[in-house]
């Protein structure tokens, strides 16, 4: 069964602190995703990455930094978390072609007091 | 730039009674169009997608969405509600613009389904 993992789903920080989210797809797909869902606003990308140390950004990639070392695993790096950066935030990776299915984890939900 | 407009953010129905979830888009050329359903502390999966083959479509769990390029719509139906069927649904369509394909989500219907 194909799986996208997202280590924690729960997390809760301070603000001010250095926060890794970490996913890892065992699909060996080109393409991984970072998305924010929050109520009423959809699924908005914040960076995505076609090949390994390669990162685009999405729509809202401020605050935010990924890694991609190698072609599994992609983390989403939150320098210096802030209460806006409460969300829930997805994972996705996506085979290479344009009308690919999206394959999500089931979220990191993270609360920044 | 390409847009998607869910009509409703919620929608409640009794269970055996029809679904309709309406989706419109805006795209300058001819979509890909997708709709994903979230079930609660769950990530996305794909119900079905549209890539101009055929303009009905049918996805998973008895879920079909026909294409209709006049009305710039690609609404979700069901002839039948499960309770299983309770979920937030998204509809979404492809952006190939900036050189990338990025899917560009609705704001998400929910669905309510009663005894």
């Known amino acids: 069964d194909v799986k996208v993992t997202q280590s924690s789903r729960y997390l809760v920080k301070r603000t001010g602190e250095k926060v890794f989210l970490e996913c890892v797809q065992d699909?060996?797909?080109?393409?991984m995703f970072w998305y924010r869902q929050d109520p009423g606003l959809g699924l908005r990308l914040i960076y995505f990455?076609?090949?390994?140390?390669?990162?685009e950004k999405g729509d809202i990639p401020e605050g935010y930094s990924v890694s991609r070392e190698k072609k599994e695993r992609f983390s989403l790096i939150l320098e210096s978390a802030s209460t806006n950066q409460t969300s829930m935030y997805l994972c996705a990776s996506r085979d290479r072609g344009d009308t690919g299915e999206l394959f999500f984890g089931e979220g990191s939900r993270l609360t920044v007091l | 730039a390409q847009s998607v407009t869910q009509l409703d953010s919620h929608v409640s129905v009794s269970e055996g009674t029809p679904v309709l979830l309406r989706c419109n888009y805006s795209s300058s050329y001819s979509p890909s169009l997708f709709w994903y359903v979230q079930h609660p502390n769950k990530g996305l999966q794909l119900l079905l997608k549209?890539?101009?083959?055929?303009?009905l479509v049918k996805g998973i769990n008895g879920f079909e969405a026909e294409f209709k390029k006049s009305e710039t719509s690609f609404h979700l139906t069901k002839p039948s509600a499960h309770m299983s069927d309770a979920a937030e649904y998204f509809c979404v369509v492809s952006d190939f613009s900036g050189g990338y394909n990025k899917l560009i989500f609705g704001a998400g219907t929910r669905l309510a389904v009663h005894p």
């Open positions: 699909m060996d797909h080109e393409n």
């Open positions: 990455s076609y090949d390994v140390k390669m990162k």
């Open positions: 549209y890539t101009s083959a055929a303009t």
